[in-house]
């Protein structure tokens, strides 16, 4: 992909990703959040925290399935907007829910499941995003790095988790979100399965010998 298709693609993701936020912005100033407005806010913000999350992780199974890797640019760019919508969400419930109700919030966090999960996402999602730059890549090596940012399927998890019982009955994104979740673990497990039967196959297949070095020989 030519450098100029790169800046294209990336500037159509950062619009793709900011609309939501201008969006609940203009609803703001047009006094337009309907009759709750703070859970409008923290519903929007969450929502578009899933859903760019989930599409950052469906980068990796279209190289596995296709074979095309140039969408892996992306990877990055989109999981700094999933965090940075994840902090909005929790700034909306610690500032204007809340109001700093530390002892209040801390004890929502022991006692609601939802709330409990909620916070295990975020927390997992600040190492992934701190480690997110190159200089982070090389100074914890690539299969270091890798291993960390496994992470973000247990913050998925988590966060879907969190939609699902947070959510009122008689919707259906958590159900759609866990699928597309779901679907993408596949797809991942998929591969690592099918990896290492063709490692195994080629052992039972045998590799050619390496012939010995002869003591004294160049």
């Given amino acids: 992909m030519s450098r100029s298709a790169r800046v ?7 619009t793709a990703c900011l609309l939501p936020l201008l969006m609940l912005l203009l609803k703001f100033w047009a006094d337009d ?36 890797s140039w969408q892996m640019s992306l990877r990055r760019l989109l999981g700094l907007f999933a965090f940075s919508y994840a902090v909005l969400h929790f700034t909306v419930w610690v500032v204007v829910d809340q109001f700093f109700n530390w002892p209040g919030m801390l004890a929502d966090i022991r006692k609601r499941p939802y709330i409990t999960v909620g916070m295990l996402a975020l927390t997992l999602l600040v190492p992934l995003a701190a480690t997110s730059t190159t200089r982070m890549v090389k100074r914890l090596g690539g299969l270091n ?20 019982w947070l959510a009122k009955k008689g919707r259906n ?7 597309i979740l779901a679907a993408l673990l596949g797809v991942r497990g998929w591969h690592r399965v099918a990896r290492a039967l063709g490692k195994r196959r080629v052992v039972a297949l045998g590799a050619p010998s390496t012939p010995k070095r002869v003591a004294g020989a160049p």
């Fill in 33 to 68: 959040l309907g009759a709750n407005p703070i859970s409008y806010a923290t519903n929007v913000l969450g929502d578009t925290t899933l859903r760019i999350l989930l599409a950052s992780l469906t980068l990796t199974p279209l190289r596995l399935l296709f074979g095309i």
């Fill in 173 to 179: 994104d958590p159900y759609l979100y866990a699928t």
């Fill in 145 to 164: 790095w890798r291993r960390l940012h496994r992470l973000v399927y247990v913050a998925g998890v988590a966060a879907i988790l969190h939609f699902s």
């Fill in 8 to 14: 294209a693609l990336k500037s159509v993701v950062w």
